[in-house]
């Protein structure tokens, strides 16, 4: 099994999650892997199945749309690349970033739409929901540990989920916008004079700017503390 690298010892509000936690889930990164293709393909089955949404787009557009499954599919490959030796820092880019964006935009969707949600949704599924996305962004906060985040790598990561916030609530390509389904009418009007459509793209670009300031924050640290420690040396 493979050593766990080493700590950069970053600020708090970089690195959040206990080191015990990040240890643990390096330790067991397998065990890792597979929850998250297990997540994966429960994801597919509720976008397919459950609300419908995938088998009502047209294909060309599938990879827009699965936004979450997406997310834990790239943190189960980027989690598989570094266990096998062959860490690859472009799909760690992308695991962080859609694993902090979906892993909080999903919470802020459930929070805003709560009482409709719940009108027809079991309380189990919905806190289901809610929490295993939370843990989404808990594994994107151990990701720091497995990347440097290089420019390049981020900017594969900037331009992936900058297009999809542009084809899922602004310019959807084919068809209508290709968010994940909200229940409500888009043009529910909602506050400060937004509708619900303006609500959740405000908290998707919200997040996806977080994700970016995240990545090169961290990067920035990390060379921060790097050439402190060799030129103590």
């Not at 294909?59 to 989690?79: C, E, K, N, Q, R």
């Not at 472009?90 to 949600?117: H, M, R």
Request: charged share 15%; aromatic share 14%.
């Amino acid at each position: 099994m493979r050593t766990t690298p080493e700590r950069d010892r970053l600020p708090r509000w970089l690195a959040p999650v206990p080191d015990a936690v990040e240890d643990l889930g390096l330790r067991f990164v397998w065990v890792v892997v597979a929850i998250n293709l297990v997540g994966t393909a429960f994801g597919f089955w509720f976008y397919a199945f459950e609300t419908g949404q995938l088998l009502d787009t047209q294909l060309v557009m599938w990879p827009w749309v699965p936004d979450s499954p997406a997310a834990t599919l790239l943190a189960a490959g980027a989690f598989a690349s570094w266990a096998r030796g062959n860490r690859r820092e472009w799909l760690s880019a992308l695991a962080f970033f859609g694993n902090v964006i979906l892993g909080l935009w999903t919470p802020y969707v459930l929070l805003v739409f709560a009482d409709t949600y719940l009108a027809y949704q079991h309380p189990a599924m919905y806190l289901f929901l809610f929490f295993s996305h939370l843990a989404m962004v808990v594994q994107a906060l151990v990701i720091y540990r497995i990347s440097d985040f290089p420019p390049e790598a981020v900017g594969v990561a900037v331009a992936w989920y900058g297009l999809d916030l542009v084809v899922d609530f602004f310019v959807p390509v084919v068809g209508e916008p290709h968010h994940t389904i909200i229940p409500v009418e888009r043009s529910t009007p909602m506050w400060l004079g937004a509708d619900a459509l303006d609500v959740v793209a405000a908290g998707a670009v919200a997040f996806t700017l977080l994700a970016t300031y995240l990545s090169l924050a961290i990067r920035s640290k990390k060379l921060e503390r790097r050439q402190s420690g060799s030129g103590s040396g």
